[in-house]
């Protein structure tokens, strides 16, 4: 398991009533079933609604919510914004 510090924005910022939190992970999964366990269901599922990057990439290019954790990284949860 690796140190990892989590930032949460928008409505899971509101939703775990933090900005950021370090926790001990292995995977974007781990972090994902942290916040199920801490925050709650609603948080959870906010969470995979997200933007999730792992030090400003995008988990998508890599192993998705298999992405390995390693010390010191960040993973952020955005808000996906769309227009036109």
């Not at 398991?1 to 990892?4: E, G, I, L």
């Not at 992405?67 to 952020?76: H, K, P, Q, S």
């Given at each position: 398991?690796?140190?990892?510090t989590i ?11 933090v900005?950021e939190?370090?926790i001990?992970?292995a995977?974007v999964?781990d972090v ?24 400003n ?8 919510f298999d ?10 949860f ?7």
């Open positions: 398991m690796a140190q990892v930032h949460y924005r928008a409505a899971l910022a509101e939703l775990t009533g900005g939190e370090k001990e992970a995977t999964r994902l079933a942290h916040i199920k366990k801490t925050h709650g269901a609603l948080a959870h599922k906010a969470a995979k609604r997200m933007l999730i990057a792992v030090n990439d995008s988990i998508q290019l890599h192993k998705g992405t390995r954790l390693a010390d010191g990284m960040e993973v952020r955005m808000p996906i914004c769309g227009g036109g």
